[in-house]
C-alpha cells in the first residue's frame, strides 16, 4: 500500500477556502485517491475519491496532478461545523481489502 | 446515504466480561467490515467478512474476538473476556457498492467502556 503523509494539523477562519495536501510518491497505476472526515466520536464519512485531475462534488474538490504523486483536498467556504480529521487514503478501487488510516489532518475552524 | 446502524452506543463493562457489539449494515452487501479507534488514536482494521465467512483479519483480532451474521441481516462482534485496552470506539463499516470499496459506510459506532 502507498504510503501517505499529510500535515497533523490546521487552522483556519470561518469563511476561507482549505487546502489540505496529502502526498503519496508510491501510488499504484491502479490505485484512487479517497478523502474521509472523521467528527469527534463519529465514524470516518467519505468525502470525495479521484484518480486525476480535478473532481468536484457538492462539498469539496480534489485536485491530482499529472504525477499523482500528491493530492489536494480543497474545502470552499470552510465553517466550524467543518471541524473535524481529515485523512486521505490512497488503494485500489475494486479491491475488497480494508481501509488503512493514518493519522489525518486535525482542521480546527476558528470564528 | 445508506445507513449503517449499531447497537448499542455505548456500553461498560467490566474486565473479563463477554460483550457482543451489533451492526446492521447495508443490505444486499456481501463485504462488511469492523474497525475500532482507541480515542486519540488511528481508526484500525480488525476484520473483513465476506460472504459468512472471514476474509481477512488483522493481528489485533486474536482469539478473545469473533464474528457472525446470526440472522443474515444483523453483523455481530463478540468479545469473549475484555481488557482494559479493548476500550475504544468500535465501527462496521459495508462499502457503497462492489465496484468501489473504497467508499466505505461507516456506523455510528459503540463506544466501550471496560472497568
Known amino acids: 500500500l502507498a504510503k501517505t503523509t499529510q500535515p497533523i494539523s490546521m487552522d483556519s477562519y470561518e469563511g476561507q477556502e482549505v487546502n489540505i495536501t496529502c502526498s503519496h510518491n508510491?501510488?499504484?497505476?491502479?490505485?484512487?485517491i479517497t478523502w474521509y472526515q472523521q467528527f469527534p466520536s463519529q465514524g470516518p464519512r467519505f468525502i470525495i475519491q479521484g484518480y486525476k485531475t480535478k473532481v468536484t462534488n457538492e462539498v469539496a474538490s480534489l485536485f491530482i496532478p499529472a504525477d499523482r504523486k500528491s493530492s489536494t483536498l480543497s474545502l470552499p467556504r470552510v465553517s466550524l461545523s467543518d471541524t473535524a480529521v481529515y485523512y486521505c487514503?490512497?488503494?485500489?478501487?475494486?479491491?475488497?481489502?480494508?481501509?488503512?488510516f493514518g493519522s489525518g489532518t486535525q482542521l480546527t475552524v476558528l470564528p | 446515504e445508506p445507513e449503517v446502524t449499531q447497537t448499542p452506543s455505548h456500553q461498560v463493562t467490566q474486565m473479563g466480561q463477554e460483550v457482543i457489539l451489533r451492526c446492521v449494515p447495508i443490505?444486499?452487501?456481501?463485504?462488511f467490515y469492523w474497525y475500532r479507534q482507541i480515542l486519540g488514536q488511528k481508526v484500525e482494521f480488525l476484520v473483513s467478512f465476506y460472504n459468512n465467512e472471514i476474509s481477512e483479519k488483522s493481528e489485533i483480532f486474536d482469539d478473545q474476538f469473533s464474528v457472525e451474521r446470526p440472522d443474515g441481516s444483523n453483523f455481530t462482534l463478540k468479545i469473549r473476556s475484555t481488557k482494559l485496552e479493548d476500550s475504544a470506539m468500535y465501527f462496521c463499516?459495508?462499502?457503497?457498492?462492489?465496484?468501489?470499496?473504497?467508499?466505505?459506510?461507516f456506523g455510528p459506532g459503540t463506544r466501550l467502556t471496560v472497568l
Open positions: 508510491n501510488i499504484a497505476t491502479n490505485d484512487y
Open positions: 443490505s444486499n452487501h456481501l463485504y
Open positions: 463499516a459495508s462499502p457503497s457498492d462492489q465496484s468501489s470499496y473504497n467508499e466505505q459506510f
Open positions: 487514503l490512497v488503494g485500489p478501487k475494486g479491491s475488497a481489502r480494508q481501509l488503512t
